[in-house]
């Protein structure tokens, strides 16, 4: 069974830069499609990043042109960069692993944009 672990979330400032990844193990992670979420407090989970291959990428309006999701298949891990970040991005970000209708989720790590 999948398992997935985020991690590189933190306190950040307006317009910083934060990486975060979302390590899998127990099984391969090649043949997932892959989406990173988030939620903010009060706030309805969102999609917010997804592979469904290696060559088609989503990305929402809100993140579009500062966020990038890569995925590492050698390590079996997947990451998103966060660049220009804004206090509106502060929320716990997880990333989900669908394959035949099940997916797999992580634990979360919290990111605060804050001065």
């Known amino acids: 069974q999948l398992q997935l672990v985020e991690s590189g979330g933190g306190l950040v400032q307006p317009g910083g830069s934060l990486r975060l990844s979302c390590a899998a193990s127990g099984t391969r992670f090649y043949y997932y499609a892959i989406a990173w979420f988030r939620q903010a407090p009060g706030k309805e989970r969102e999609e917010i990043s997804c592979?469904?291959?290696?060559?088609?990428?989503h990305y929402a309006d809100s993140v579009k042109g500062r966020f990038t999701m890569s995925r590492d298949n050698d390590k079996n891990a997947v990451y998103l960069q966060m660049n220009s970040l804004k206090p509106e991005d502060t929320a716990v970000y997880y990333c989900?692993?669908?394959?035949?209708?099940?997916?797999?989720w992580g634990q979360g790590t919290q990111v605060t944009v804050s001065s």
């Open positions: 592979f469904s291959s290696s060559t088609n990428q």
């Open positions: 989900e692993a669908t394959r035949l209708s099940t997916s797999y």
